[in-house]
């Protein structure tokens, strides 16, 4: 299950990112959505994900556009929309693995090297 984790949370970092949401929606269902097993998801996002794949490929391919691609430039801004607001809703509600929840290492810390007392030049002249 973690893996579906991951892949919804790559999915939703496409949906979130710079673009048309037409054009987003499309790589988040090309690069992610196809990798989730449906059959490991908790039974209501098992559903509720099957019916998402349904409309990707409610439509035929042409002029050189695969299925989902066709099937997302025919909904209108507000379905596209509602439809990546579905993904981030499932993404909320898969439980996420314990691997996600670890607190990130800290950063490094920054400093001079050299004498203590010996201000770099590129600082003396600020």
Not at 3 to 15: G, I, M, P, S, T
Not at 64 to 90: F, Y
Not at 93 to 106: F, H, I, V
Request: with cysteine.
């Amino acid at each position: 299950m973690s893996e579906n984790w991951e892949h919804l949370r790559r999915a939703a970092l496409v949906l979130v990112g710079a673009g048309a949401m037409k054009q987003r929606l499309i790589e988040a269902y090309r690069c992610h959505l196809l990798a989730v097993h449906v059959d490991e998801l908790p039974s209501p996002l098992e559903a509720e994900f099957a019916e998402l794949i349904a409309t990707f490929n409610c439509a035929q391919a042409a002029g050189g556009l695969a299925v989902a691609e066709v099937a997302v430039r025919k909904m209108s801004e507000q379905d596209a929309a509602r439809h990546a607001q579905n993904i981030v809703g499932m993404l909320m509600r898969l439980p996420a693995p314990e691997s996600a929840l670890a607190e990130p290492a800290a950063p490094p810390r920054l400093r001079v090297v050299g004498d203590d007392d010996e201000v770099p030049a590129f600082l003396s002249r600020a």
